[in-house]
């Protein structure tokens, strides 16, 4: 009974995804919405299933098949840019299609539930910086995360100033925008990763996506929770984070909070079950 009550969570996600894509399938017309928050559904619930069975690459297995689905089918393949440029692009033409979507639900209004899940289990620049050799940072943080204010603005300013000057063929320089915004963020992310020997040094300094995720994910009503009376202080959380999250304070206000992922990579090294 008790087994069969634990795999309730994936089954409730892929539900609560099914939902998003019929809803969104009937009320816009689109069969599109119907196969693409399945596929996404399905991605998700696979990845909280095999977490639940303790498979270590569960996160990893999400990442990967939600991250490059949206990197080679939507951008690549269909030619939708998801880049943030292309979200400010969507919103100027007063078009509510994929990407305005996807910044809607994964980037604006969803953190205030799950937090920077999308960072975690979803991001296509993370999903290859992932790969790199320093996945708990190895130097201390930077004090440098104002540049990501300069990244969020010259986005602004990028999409902004191509439809003031009326430039034509505009689908076609999105497209193009979103194969060199793409191989940029990779290059300044494997390089950042290797210079600062921390993985994640493109997320934490240089991502524009983080002006909409960190203040949204401060009220996320998931959150990784301490019990304090089961914490014994051996700093094993903290150490394993690659987020550098005081998690053991439970305060909104905790050091680096966020900057939470989700990975759970704390939840499944604390030797107490405390968190
Ligand atoms: S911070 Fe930016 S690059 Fe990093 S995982 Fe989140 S969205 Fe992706
Ligand atoms: S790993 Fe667990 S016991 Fe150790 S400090 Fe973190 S929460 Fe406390
Ligand atoms: S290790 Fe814990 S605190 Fe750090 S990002 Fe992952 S879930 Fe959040």
Redesign the pocket.
């Known amino acids: 009974m008790k087994t069969k009550k634990k795999y309730l969570t994936p089954i409730l996600f892929f539900a609560v995804f099914e939902a998003v894509a019929v809803t969104l399938w009937l009320t816009k017309d689109n069969l599109f919405y119907l196969f693409n928050f399945s596929y996404i559904g399905f991605a998700v619930s696979l990845g909280v299933f095999l977490f639940i069975r303790k498979n270590k690459h569960a996160r990893r297995i999400t990442q990967l098949l939600v991250g490059s689905y949206m990197l080679i089918y939507l951008g690549l393949i269909c030619g939708e840019n998801m880049q943030i440029e292309g979200f400010w692009y969507y919103l100027f033409t007063g078009v509510f299609e994929a990407a305005t979507i996807h910044y809607a639900v994964a ?1 604006i209004f969803g953190p205030l539930l799950f937090g ?1 899940g ?3 289990y ?5 999903m290859i ?1 992932d790969f790199l050799p320093y996945k708990t940072p190895q130097t201390p943080g930077k004090k440098i995360g104002w540049i990501r204010y300069i990244t969020f603005a010259a986005s602004l300013i990028f999409a902004a100033s191509l439809f003031l000057a009326k430039v034509g063929h505009l689908e076609r320089i999105m497209f193009w925008a979103f194969i060199i915004g793409n191989a940029a ?1 990779y290059g300044v ?1 494997i390089t950042l990763a290797f210079l600062f020997k921390d993985n ?1 040094a ?3 300094y ?5 002006v909409f ?1 960190k203040p949204m994910s401060y009220f996320s009503l998931i959150r990784i929770k301490c019990d304090t009376e089961k914490c014994i202080s051996c700093g094993k959380c903290r150490k394993v984070c690659p987020m550098d999250v005081d998690v053991t304070d439970n305060s909104r206000k905790r050091k680096n909070g966020t900057e939470c ?1 989700l990975c759970m990579e704390c939840v499944k090294n604390c030797p107490k079950d405390a968190l």
């Open positions: 980037k920077r999308w960072c975690g979803a991001c296509w620049t993370a910086l963020y992310g994640r493109f997320c934490k240089i991502c524009p996506v983080t995720l992922i």
